[in-house]
Structure formats: C-alpha cells, structure tokens
C-alpha cells in the first residue's frame, strides 16, 4: 500500500523531547514500513524516519525562531501533499481539520485522526459543515461531544513494545509527567504529594505561554529536594524515570482526549492514578493498571491501595493493548475500508462529490466505510455537476 503521513510542522517526527502527536506518527510510519508498506513522511527536514522523509522546511518550527507565520508553512505543505495525491492509495493527516475543505475536492481517500479536544462550541459548526469526512478517534471519549461527525473509527494511540521497559530501580518518589500548563493540574499533583508526604518529581517541559502561569502559580509551590522539577526529558530517561515512581499522578482538569503519559506509565509497570476526565477511564483499568478518582481526597486514598497492584499485570497489559504494532494493523484496517469504499463509488456519485466538496446535501450523519456508506451518499448527492473545481485554502494548524 503506498501510503502518506502528512505530519504538523511545529516539532520534528518524533520530536526531541515533549511532542505527542508528532510521537505518535513516528511510531505509526515506522511500524506501517515494517509490515512492508511504502510510505512516505511529509515533516520537517530535522524529522528521522524508516519511511522516505518528504521535508516541508528545513527544521521543526518550534526550534525555529526565525519563523513567525507558521500557518503558511503549513498551506504550503497541504498543498505540495495536493499535488502529488494520486502517488497514493491513502492520505492519512494529522493536522485536525485544516485538510477537510481543500482534500474533499480531490479522488484520493484520506482520513484525519484529531489529536485534540473536540469539547468548544465552534467545533460543533465545523462538523455541521462538514459531517461526512472520514475522521479517526483517539477514544471514545473523545467523539462525545461531536457524536454525528464522519467517524471511521476508534484506534488508540499505541508506542513501540521495547522503547520503554521496566527497569531494576526501588520506587521512592511520585511522579508528573509531560507539560507545566493549567490544564495538566500540576498544581493538583504537588498538593497530593505534600499532603502524602512522598517526594514528587516533575520531569515537564513549559510552554512560552504558560510561562506566565508557571511563574505567578507554581514556581512558589517548588520546595526541593521533596518537590522538584527536573525539567523535560526524552525517552532514553524514560524507563529510569517512571519505573523509579510510586505511582504517575495525572491529575488532569480538562478533558484529555487520550493521554500518553498513561500508556508510557504503563510500559514501564508504573500504576497511574488519575483524575476521571476525557479518556482517563478508558485507558486506565481502575483496581488493575492503577486508580481512577475524582478528587485530591480520593486520590490519597488511592495511594494506600498501591500496594494492591502488581507492577508485572500492568506490564502485560501495556502489551496486550496499547502497542505500535497493534496502532498499525488498526490503521491499515481502517485504510483498507476506505480505500474499498472510494472504489465502489460510481464515476457521477465522485464527480458530485468533489464538485461539492463532499459537504453540500450531505445526511447529518456518521460515515460508516465500505458499501453502506457508498449507497447513503449516492441517495444524497444531485450527482449532475461536471468539470474543474477550485481549490480553497484552508487555515493552517496554529
């Protein structure tokens, strides 16, 4: 299958160190290129893959200062993926929606997997406007807001079975992971270790824009050596990290649409105790791969009953759920289903819908892939339009 992964610009794939989705498409690509399928990478140039790199600027914008419209790197890479479309059999983006308008109104399948939350009021227009583009969850959780969107599928994000490993290290401490922001409840996490009396180590990088917060909110919260902010860390630092931590606090105050760091915790045997929000309950196994709460209170409870779980059970089930390899036949699966879907579509039913961008007239209803949908959306379309489209920009990812 020749395959594109079109990947955001703002850190390299995989990143350097804190990056989710750009991590995510690494593993994916590199592991779609094991099971023998050609693929090819568009990303920044400073981007390393198995997959042929198609670099879109010479490094990733985070660590180019010289760049202050990142919006039109990003139109400029839709649309160099455009005009090479039909090189391939699939379109896989990991841009959100900024794809839909220009990529509706081109014959090649293409599905987006939204990285983000999905819980604002504006999102509900965007997908009014355009309900029937195939999208790729990250949860369940994640599509409750937008439940009539074009939804393929829900495929968890999953990392490579070896890249992190328990290690030989006596927990002492308890641990955040990830980024310094109002949303992560880091504030949270330092008050349930103090109140616990354990050590905390927070290995988290911290944003220009939430500089702010982290000065005026947190920095007087900091007591080290009990709580201590080590900085970012990559994932060679990883394993040592987590496996040396009691337990992962995420006490999250947004609704986190999946959630890496609970899938790293997990590779490593490290239970996870989490505040019930977005995808938390999903993902963790409350009694067996850690504890889901609901509050600072139950989550001191929670730490008593640590002793209860076995650091081997939440290895096995890292393996058994939340792998790379796993993540890949789940795509190639979802690919396939689209690709058989866009072959049984007559010539005037896709004429129709590149005319129309695949939005106008279209049911309010989720796309279901393969002949169904086909025949819903044949119903659907005043299939009599002919000739060239235009294509419209869309805007960029921010």
């Not at 593993?27 to 198995?50: K, R």
């Not at 819980?119 to 807001?145: G, K, M, Y």
């Not at 996490?189 to 909110?217: C, N, Q, T, W």
């Not at 709460?293 to 779980?309: F, G, Q, T």
Request: proline share 7%; hydrophobic share 40%; glycine share 6%.
């Amino acid at each position: 299958m020749r395959i594109a992964q079109i990947a955001p610009l703002t850190e390299s794939v995989p990143p350097k160190l804190y990056g989710g989705s750009e991590r995510v498409v690494s593993w994916l690509t590199d592991e779609l290129v094991t099971l023998g399928h050609e693929v090819v990478l568009f990303a920044s140039g400073d981007s390393q893959t198995s997959a042929r790199l198609e670099p879109c600027w010479p490094k990733s914008l985070r660590l180019d200062g010289s760049v202050r419209d990142a919006n039109a790197l990003h139109m400029t890479m839709l649309e160099r993926v455009r005009r090479r479309a039909q090189d391939f059999d699939i379109l896989h983006f990991h841009l959100d929606y900024y794809p839909f308008s220009l990529f509706a109104r081109q014959p090649t399948p293409f599905v987006t997997t939204l990285h983000g939350r999905l819980d604002l009021p504006e999102h509900r227009t965007l997908f009014e406007t355009f309900p029937s583009l195939p999208v790729v969850s990250i949860s369940d959780a994640q599509r409750e807001p937008i439940p009539r969107a074009g939804w393929v599928r829900t495929i968890h994000h999953g990392l490579p079975e070896r890249l992190l490993k328990p290690a030989s290290v006596a927990p002492r401490y308890l641990a955040f992971l990830g980024r310094i922001s109002p949303e992560k409840g880091i504030d949270s996490a330092i008050r349930i270790a103090k109140r616990a009396g354990v050590p905390l180590k927070i290995a988290a990088k911290i944003d220009a824009v939430d500089r702010d917060y982290f000065e005026s909110e947190i920095r007087d919260l900091l007591s080290p050596p009990e709580i201590k902010h080590i900085g970012e860390i990559g994932d060679c630092e990883k394993s040592s990290f987590l496996s040396g931590a009691i337990a992962l606090l995420v006490p999250i105050a947004w609704p986190e649409p999946f959630g890496l760091v609970f899938i790293e915790a997990m590779a490593c045997g490290t239970p996870v105790i989490a505040f019930n929000r977005g995808a938390a309950s999903e993902i963790i196994e409350d009694g067996l791969t850690g504890f889901i709460v609901d509050n600072e209170e139950e989550a001191l409870l929670a730490l008593r009953r640590l002793p209860a779980l076995c650091r081997g059970a939440i290895r096995r089930r890292f393996e058994e759920r939340f792998t790379a390899r796993r993540m890949a036949h789940d795509y190639v699966a979802a690919y396939r289903s689209l690709m058989r879907g866009a072959a049984a579509r007559p010539a005037d039913a896709e004429q129709a819908e590149l005319a129309n961008g695949w939005v106008a007239d279209m049911p309010r209803r989720p796309t279901q892939v393969g002949m169904e949908c086909q025949k819903r959306r044949q119903a659907s379309f005043k299939a009599t339009t002919r000739g060239h489209w235009m294509s419209a920009a869309s805007r960029s990812r921010s």
